[in-house]
């Protein structure tokens, strides 16, 4: 079972940036799925975006394509994800996720489910005023 830990959340005006991270500890395998995900105050959890960290392929959501990007240190076992030119539309809580199971094409084809996930963070919240 792998826990993570998100931070780096915080209160940011529009066109701003943030760095969110997400700390992995227990049991990883050489390679798995990785992804963040949003929240908005009544509306679904979406996918944000992912990488396969045994590769390190990125996949991203349309409305953040240029924006966010996802990285990872592998050393540290975190992934970050940098956000700019924030738009309030971007306020949520803000969620890593880990896959147990899959390789890159099961990463690329599924990233957006939450059910693909087996391991949640407990959130971070981000909020961008206009």
């Known amino acids: 079972q792998v826990q993570l830990v998100e931070s780096g959340g915080g209160s940011v005006q529009a066109g701003g940036s943030l760095r969110l991270s997400c700390a992995a500890s227990?049991?990883?395998?050489?390679?798995?799925?990785m992804g963040w995900f949003r929240q908005a105050a009544g509306k679904e959890r979406e996918a944000v975006a992912a990488m396969y960290t045994g590769l390190g392929n990125t996949f991203y959501a349309a409305n953040v394509w240029g924006r966010f990007i996802i990285s990872q240190d592998n050393a540290k076992n975190t992934m970050f994800l940098q956000m700019n030119s924030l738009k309030p539309e971007d306020t949520a809580m803000y969620y890593c996720?880990?896959?147990?199971?899959?390789?890159?094409?099961?990463?690329?084809?599924?990233?957006?489910?939450?059910?693909?996930?087996?391991?949640w963070g407990q959130g971070t919240q981000v909020t961008v005023s206009s």
């Open positions: 996720a880990g896959a147990a199971a899959g390789g890159l094409a099961s990463c690329g084809g599924t990233w957006r489910q939450t059910s693909y996930y087996g391991s």
């Open positions: 227990g049991h990883m395998a050489s390679g798995n799925c």
